[in-house]
């Protein structure tokens, strides 16, 4: 169904493989980032060799103003949005939770928690058939360490994917009425640099062995899942959380 979709946290890992297979399929992306408009350009590049059109837009989706002018360039872009990708997110470097600040949980909040509402109502408010859209579907990334804990290292991250899992379900049941499906997928150990920001660049691949597939995934195998439930193949798919983990 999309033949436009906004992803946010798309300049790298999974957001950017995800915007790189939606423009494989032929739809066009609105690319978010915080901060390395480099690297989005660069997807967005990518995206248009693939056969899609994309355009870029610099934002924080924990400001509410932010989000909204993200839509806003979407739709002006685009016109009629089908698809969300809520990808944005962030990770502290790993610590035990007697060692934390309110401020580290404060931020995680922030952006994982509310960013992803603020990102899913700016889609619902524009792809729900009452509100005069034509459908769609949201794909929430989450996290294996909701249901892991991320005990010694990312018990607050753990708990801000928790809180997504969650959403993602008493949200599908509230807007599945209304043409849009919302999903979520819970990466496992994935090569990306979100572990580098984490302080561990390592860890994928230490921990990725641990797993029963014996390896870390990829983005690109995070994406394809991604692509899948925001298309039409998935039209009977609402409410799901799909663990894309190796096992783990």
Not at 15 to 41: H, K, Q
Not at 69 to 96: D, Y
Not at 119 to 146: C, L, P, Q
């Amino acid at each position: 169904m999309p033949k436009a979709i906004v992803v946010t946290g798309g300049s790298r890992g999974i957001g950017a493989a995800v915007a790189r297979l939606a423009g494989a399929r032929g739809w066009n992306v609105a690319i978010n980032f915080a901060g390395n408009e480099t690297a989005a350009r660069g997807t967005a590049a990518a995206v248009e060799k693939a056969g899609g059109r994309a355009i870029v837009i610099r934002g924080d989706v924990a400001s509410e103003a932010d989000v909204i002018a993200l839509f806003e360039a979407a739709v002006q872009a685009f016109g009629v949005i089908g698809g969300v990708v809520n990808n944005a997110g962030i990770v502290a470097p790993g610590a035990p939770v007697a060692d934390h600040s309110i401020d580290r949980w404060r931020r995680l909040i922030d952006v994982n928690v509310i960013g992803a509402w603020l990102v899913a109502r700016e889609g619902v408010r524009r792809m729900a058939k009452t509100r005069g859209g034509e459908g769609g579907s949201i794909v929430n990334i989450s996290s294996a360490a909701a249901r892991l804990g991320g005990a010694g290292e990312y018990v607050d991250y753990a708990a801000t994917k928790g809180a997504i899992d969650t959403f993602t379900v008493g949200l599908a049941r509230e807007v599945g009425g209304d043409g849009v499906r919302v999903n979520a997928i819970r990466p496992g150990v994935i090569d990306t640099d979100i572990h580098a920001s984490g302080g561990a660049p390592g860890r994928a691949e230490s921990v990725g062995k641990t797993t029963p597939v014996g390896r870390a995934g990829t983005a690109e195998e995070v994406a394809a899942a991604v692509i899948w439930l925001l298309s039409d193949e998935a039209s009977y798919v609402n409410g799901a959380i799909l663990d894309v983990s190796g096992g783990r």
